[in-house]
């Protein structure tokens, strides 16, 4: 079993759509966790990055982290055409240097 | 100012060649990370630079894979023997601070290895 476990099956939303996606992991010594954002054919981009519990909130992203389920979740609200790329959960144990990545999740924006 | 940066973008090699991978980071940036992401998978890491001291290479697949960073700015990632399982994108990434300090990385665009 991997440590994060992200569900890889590609989504397909019509614009203005809310889009959520989700991670679960197995190891509790987790704290810190992100979001990034990958277009095809570049590197990752840095969306959310959130420590511990609770939620964060920029702009037309939410990420919600719940340590107690070992679940973690994106939300995209208003989504846009430009929105569609692969979103990549990520997350790291205090003092570590690598960061343990999902498969990602291949979003489409429909216009 | 400028991002991560790294070359070659694309790179065919014959099983059995050498190839050399290069990144440079956002300066002044401490940490230095490389990751190798197979077609359709999330990154996996491969080793973590403080500076220019190599203090995790546990990622390594084998020891056909070394890398170093000798100034502690530019890293270059060195496969000997290439095989077809090394085929992926290699992925360098860097964080302002040492780790355990900032998490955040930020990624280059990667290099295409396609070993046939």
Same mark, same amino acid.
């Given at each position: 079993?991997?440590?994060?476990?992200?569900?890889?099956?590609?989504?397909?939303?019509?614009?203005?759509?809310?889009?959520?996606?989700?991670?679960?992991?197995?190891?509790?010594?987790?704290?810190?966790?992100?979001w990034?954002?990958?277009?095809?054919?570049?590197?990752?981009?840095?969306?959310?990055?959130?420590?511990?519990?609770?939620?964060k909130?920029?702009?037309?992203?939410?990420?919600?982290?719940?340590?107690?389920?070992?679940?973690?979740?994106?939300?995209?609200?208003?989504?846009?055409p430009?929105?569609?790329?692969?979103?990549?959960?990520?997350?790291?144990?205090?003092?570590?240097?690598?960061?343990?990545?999902?498969k990602?999740?291949?979003?489409?924006?429909?216009? | 100012?400028?991002?991560?940066?790294?070359?070659?973008?694309?790179?065919?090699?014959?099983?059995?060649?050498?190839?050399?991978?290069?990144?440079d980071?956002?300066?002044?940036?401490?940490?230095?990370?490389?990751y190798?992401?197979?077609?359709?998978?999330?990154? /996996?890491?491969?080793?973590?630079?403080?500076?220019?001291?190599? %203090?995790?290479k #546990? *990622?390594?697949?084998?020891?056909?894979? &070394?890398?170093?960073?000798?100034?502690?700015?530019?890293?270059?990632?060195?496969?000997?023997?290439?095989?077809? /399982?090394?085929?992926?994108?290699?992925?360098?990434?860097?964080? %302002?601070?040492? #780790? *355990?300090?900032?998490?955040?990385?930020? &990624?280059?665009?990667?290099?295409?290895l396609?070993?046939?």
């Open positions: 079993q991997k440590e994060v476990e992200q569900d890889p099956g590609p989504l397909s939303v019509p614009e203005g759509a809310i889009v959520s996606l989700n991670c679960t992991y197995s190891n509790s010594a987790f704290q810190y966790f992100m990034y954002r990958q277009y095809s054919r570049k590197g990752p981009e840095l969306l959310m990055y959130t420590y511990s519990s609770g939620n909130e920029d702009g037309r992203f939410t990420a919600q982290v719940d340590k107690s389920s070992k679940y973690i979740s994106l939300f995209i609200r208003d989504s846009q430009s929105d569609s790329a692969t979103y990549l959960c990520a997350m790291t144990v205090y003092g570590n240097n690598r960061l343990a990545f999902g990602g999740n291949q979003v489409v924006v429909i216009p | 100012g400028a991002g991560v940066s790294q070359s070659p973008r694309y790179k065919v090699a014959k099983r059995g060649q050498d190839v050399a991978l290069r990144c980071p956002i300066s002044g940036h401490v940490s230095l990370f490389w190798q992401q197979a077609l359709g998978q999330g990154p /996996e890491f491969l080793t973590y630079f403080q500076n220019e001291a190599q %203090l995790d #546990s *990622g390594l697949p084998s020891d056909r894979f &070394f890398a170093e960073r000798p100034e502690g700015s530019v890293s270059t990632l060195k496969i000997q023997r290439t095989q077809q /399982e090394d085929s992926a994108v290699y992925l360098c990434a860097s964080s %302002l601070a040492a #780790s *355990g300090i900032s998490y955040e990385q930020y &990624f280059g665009p990667g290099t295409r396609t070993v046939t």
